[in-house]
């Protein structure tokens, strides 16, 4: 198996869970010919907690708040200008799914299966639901529902309002899966998911029943490690189109209405991709970082000097012609969109960056570590 598969735990642990792959050890990190300049916005911290269990706790950003959460279970909400705390709440309970939001609310769950809403203003407590099974994907809120993804392949659309649960979608969960899920992603009329089976999933919004469902990936192989072939990572949405890519599969492109296959080739990743500018994004499982044609899946660049540093998915950023990719070490990675060369690089703690960054603004995005770090930072061309 795979070294990329080293981001999830390295035990058996239900449903859930991989082995450690020491073959191949991670690129050394090497110079290059700077091109942008990393500048830190501002700094600050999730609170007193080290990530230990391997989630990928990822920042959310509403009406200029960026929201954290970490798995002790403290929630703080910071200005994304300059990082000024606004508040700090406890919710008193082990965390595993960072935080989603929307209306008002925030939303965090538990590795007990527990579902908890606070106010997006001050952090008071709403209500708190149990659906039974580990969050490990943060929520959603989209056509006035909060979708949530459990770690059993339950997917749920509960009322904001209460929690009550208005309808339930379960999909097959092999013996043995990837420690992590993708989130859910609202689209017009329903909501597309990944599941742990190599597929892709349409619900109806309103009652939850497939709409269609698309092989992303056949298992294949004799043991359970071979038939590993989760859709865990980020989904991307092009023009009226869909991408998905599973792990020791594919990556396809899939017509939204019917969930028709146009194109697909081999790929493996469980970071998934992002789309912007007419081009697909994907970090690959040994973390190679590619850029692919729409039309055909037909590579444009391939960027392997971050072998095996267990990247995250490619990130646009806003108003540059840059990405960005955390690693198991700390540090991001800033890369041209037009041909992949490294053009600045930054630490932002000790500990590795398990969630995609997040987009904040215009040239600026913010990264959480495994450990306490959350850091924001502005990306600009050195010819500036």
């Not at 639901?129 to 959603?140: D, F, I, K, M, T």
């Not at 979708?147 to 509960?158: E, H, I, M, P």
């Not at 590579?299 to 646009?316: E, F, G, S, Y």
């Not at 955390?326 to 600045?344: K, N």
């Amino acid at each position: 198996m795979r070294w990329a598969a080293i981001l999830l735990v390295a035990a058996l642990l239900g449903a859930c869970s991989t082995a450690e792959d020491t073959a191949a050890p991670p690129n050394e990190l090497t110079d290059f010919d700077a091109a942008a300049a990393l500048d830190v916005a501002w700094s600050g911290g999730t609170g007193d907690a080290f990530n230990r269990r391997w989630v990928r706790m990822a920042p959310y950003v509403a009406g200029g708040t960026v929201y954290t959460a970490n798995v002790a279970g403290q929630v703080t909400a910071s200005g994304a200008a300059k990082g000024r705390r606004q508040w700090r709440v406890d919710v008193d309970t082990w965390l595993s799914a960072g935080v989603g939001g929307g209306n008002g609310s925030l939303y965090v769950g538990s590795d007990e299966g527990v579902l908890i809403a606070l106010d997006a203003q001050d952090g008071s407590e709403r209500w708190r639901r149990a659906v039974n099974g580990e969050l490990l994907a943060p929520p959603v809120t989209a056509q006035g529902a909060v979708f949530v993804r459990t770690v059993d392949g339950r997917v749920l659309a509960l009322d904001p309002s209460d929690g009550s649960t208005r309808w339930t979608y379960s999909a097959i969960v092999p013996s043995l899966s990837l420690r992590g899920n993708g989130a859910p992603v609202p689209v017009p009329g329903g909501v597309l998911v990944g599941t742990d089976d190599g597929k892709v999933v349409a619900l109806h919004q309103d009652a939850g029943q497939p709409l269609w469902e698309t092989t992303v990936q056949e298992p294949e192989g004799r043991s359970p490690i071979e038939r590993m072939v989760d859709v865990d990572g980020s989904l991307g949405i092009g023009a009226g189109v869909l991408y998905a890519v599973s792990y020791q599969g594919r990556i396809v492109q899939i017509e939204p209405k019917k969930g028709q296959i146009q194109w697909s080739r081999e790929m493996s990743s469980y970071a998934g991709l992002s789309v912007d500018g007419g081009r697909i994004y994907v970090s690959d499982a040994d973390s190679n970082v590619r850029a692919l044609e729409p039309e055909s899946g037909a590579t444009l660049w391939r960027q392997d000097k971050l072998a095996h540093r267990r990247l995250t998915a490619p990130v646009p950023i806003p108003g540059t012609d840059y990405l960005v990719v955390g690693d198991f070490d700390g540090y991001v990675h800033v890369l041209s969109r037009a041909d992949g060369r490294i053009v600045a690089r930054a630490r932002a703690g000790d500990f590795g960056i398990l969630a995609d960054p997040v987009a904040i603004g215009e040239g600026r995005f913010v990264v959480q570590t495994q450990g306490a770090d959350v850091v924001a930072y502005d990306v600009r061309p050195l010819d500036e």
